[in-house]
């Protein structure tokens, strides 16, 4: 069946970094793009961006871009999110999505900036 695991949340204090991994199995990961959401406490689910197969990536808020990066490695099945100079306002669970069928969601992954 399909599956998105994602890992490598944890806490960091503002200013830090996290790499955030989701690893795809069930369908056939090189042939789709992979969105990136996250939710903050008492928020709606909200939309950081994509990459494309073949990694062109696609921000939805451009205030992001100069800090995380979105990457893949299609060989491991594996979609990346670097987050660099991290702030508290980045709180939240972090979710990656596959467009495959109806639609797939990872369990997502904590992340908490706090000294």
């Known amino acids: 069946q399909v599956q998105l695991v994602e890992s490598g949340g944890g806490l960091v204090q503002p200013g830090g970094s996290l790499r955030l991994s989701c690893l795809a199995s069930g369908f056939t990961f090189s042939w789709y793009d992979i969105d990136w959401y996250r939710q903050a406490p008492g928020k709606e689910r909200g939309y950081i961006g994509k990459?494309?197969?073949?990694?062109?990536?696609?921000f939805y808020d451009g205030s992001l871009e100069g800090r995380f990066t979105i990457s893949r490695d299609n060989d491991k099945n594996t979609a990346y999110l670097q987050m660099n100079a991290m702030k508290p306002e980045d709180t939240a669970v972090y979710y990656c999505y596959a467009p495959y069928g109806s639609g797939y969601w990872g369990q997502g992954t904590q992340v908490t900036v706090s000294s």
């Open positions: 990459i494309s197969p073949h990694g062109h990536v696609t």
